[in-house]
């Protein structure tokens, strides 16, 4: 080797996770070195980000440059899903952007690298090896040869899966179809949702007027939509012409090929060892259905540059670092597993088709229906009693604080994916502390009014009774 660099991580991949992992970390004080192959930026599918990534760009301090760029900001979505046509659903909470990846993720890499960053870009590794617990990575970058050595490895390559090992499917096999267009006879920025008898389609505008429209489907039905169609082109314009929402793209013009990729959901057996982590897509993916691929990437770089930053500076909580971390990806990948299921639930009831079918099961072969979606009871009044349900448990559970992982008090109930901890930034084994008993509701709001204020207790009294922690009781 010409030359070495030496660095406390070394992150593979600068997609939105390793862009994250990256600042988040050096802002935490620790020397990154990130290596990525493709030149930026370059285009990637997946430019539907929904409200929920707000927060997380609060956390890198990104919030402000990403409202500026001039993304779309759609405040609703045209939905025909299942029979129902639904041409105006208004996005809940504050709207998501509708963004060109090529300048979002340059946008993330550009302000990891104003951190002190080390950018390799566009880098070749030739070889990965570990000796002692120590990570060697040899790139070539343009002919020249460099060694990077580093105490802690980071995977943020997606579905490349840098560092291999076993993966687990959580879903049907599923392939994505998806072509820009330009001209076409579309207005609005809304994303549009349209179910089909065996496929579903997904569709969005994007900044500089071009229009991104995607099919999914199963991979034998594209295997033989090729053969009788002749080529990809025909067998992507038959679909598309099956589509209300989408139909229209077509009276413009295509402005490029027609791209194949897979989109099948899986999760890594092995997520975090004490030297090495995996985040984004090659931690879990998630069913495009959601539209929260991105921000769910961005979201496991933060809890891992935690982990990493615990196992450096306090070793003594390696162990626990790791179980948080592995076990709060298996339930996040579990969850929007069964998400998506119970949503294709709905097709499979109103088509019946195997494509909806397989898709409408766990994988233990629990099939939803769509009436498995519950509600909370209603809310009791002032004089109405409550009380902690009998189904929420307090137990010892690493959680986040301060960017390092602890130990802490927490409750479990079935509702939750993971334990709740935290409520208003307020322990939450402090504000059910007196509720042994059962309490009028505004007994209980007077209490915590005068703990965390009228605004805070508000929201944490509907919270806790939303998801079943709180319930009603019966007076003696």
């Not at 943020?156 to 959580?170: E, F, H, P, Q």
């Not at 294709?344 to 409408?360: D, K, V």
């Not at 944490?460 to 998801?467: K, M, R, Y």
């Amino acid at each position: 080797m010409n030359s070495s660099l030496t660095t406390d991580v070394c992150v593979i991949g600068a997609g939105p996770a390793g862009s994250a992992i990256s600042r988040k970390l050096a802002q935490l004080g620790h020397s990154v070195v990130v290596v990525e192959k493709s030149a930026f930026p370059r285009s990637h599918i997946g430019e539907s980000l929904s409200g929920s990534i707000l927060p997380l760009l609060d956390v890198l301090g990104l919030r402000s440059r990403v409202e500026e760029a001039d993304f779309l900001r759609p405040a609703a979505a045209m939905v025909h899903w299942s029979g129902d046509h639904d041409d105006d659903r208004s996005v809940y909470g504050e709207p998501g952007f509708q963004v060109d990846r090529g300048r979002f993720d340059k946008l993330l890499l550009d302000a990891a690298v104003e951190c002190g960053v080390t950018l390799l870009n566009p880098a070749k590794i030739l070889d990965i090896s570990q000796r002692d617990g120590l990570w060697t990575v040899d790139v070539d970058l343009s002919g020249r040869e460099l060694r990077v050595k580093a105490n802690f490895l980071v995977d943020a390559t997606g579905r490349v899966n840098l560092l291999r090992g076993k993966r687990v499917s959580i879903s049907a096999p599923t392939l994505a179809l998806w072509a820009y267009w330009k001209n076409a006879e579309i207005t609005g920025a809304a994303t549009r949702v349209e179910s089909g008898a065996r496929e579903w389609f997904w569709g969005a505008p994007l900044p500089d007027g071009t229009f991104n429209a995607t099919v999914l489907l199963d991979p034998h039905r594209y295997r033989e939509g090729i053969e009788q169609s002749g080529t990809r082109s025909a067998f992507y314009e038959s679909l598309l012409s099956g589509s209300g929402l989408l139909r229209p793209c077509m009276s413009g013009t295509r402005a490029g090929a027609v791209s194949v990729c897979e989109a099948t959901c899986y999760m890594a057996a092995e997520i975090a060892t004490p030297n090495s982590i995996k985040v984004g897509e090659a931690a879990f993916t998630i069913d495009p259905l959601s539209s929260q691929g991105v921000q769910t990437a961005v979201g496991t770089a933060l809890h891992a540059a935690a982990v990493l930053h615990t196992i450096s500076q306090r070793p003594e909580n390696t162990r626990l670092a790791l179980h948080f971390y592995n076990s709060r990806q298996r339930d996040a990948a579990n969850l929007h597993a069964a998400s998506a299921a119970s949503i294709y639930a709905q097709g499979a009831s109103f088509y019946g088709t195997e494509f909806w079918l397989r898709r409408a099961t766990r994988s233990h072969g629990e099939v939803f229906t769509p009436s498995q979606v519950g509600f909370p009871a209603a809310f009791p009044g002032a004089d109405g009693l409550i009380q902690v349900s009998r189904d929420a448990r307090i137990a010892n559970v690493p959680c986040l604080k301060d960017d390092y992982i602890v130990e802490a008090r927490g409750i479990t109930h079935p509702s939750l994916d993971h334990p709740l901890v935290f409520v208003e930034n307020t322990p939450l084994e402090f504000l059910l502390q007196d509720l042994g008993h059962p309490l009028k509701v505004r007994d209980l709001m007077q209490r915590w009014i005068r703990l965390i204020g009228p605004d805070s207790a508000q929201r944490a009294l509907f919270q806790l009774w939303s998801i079943g922690i709180l319930c009603g009781a019966l007076s003696d």
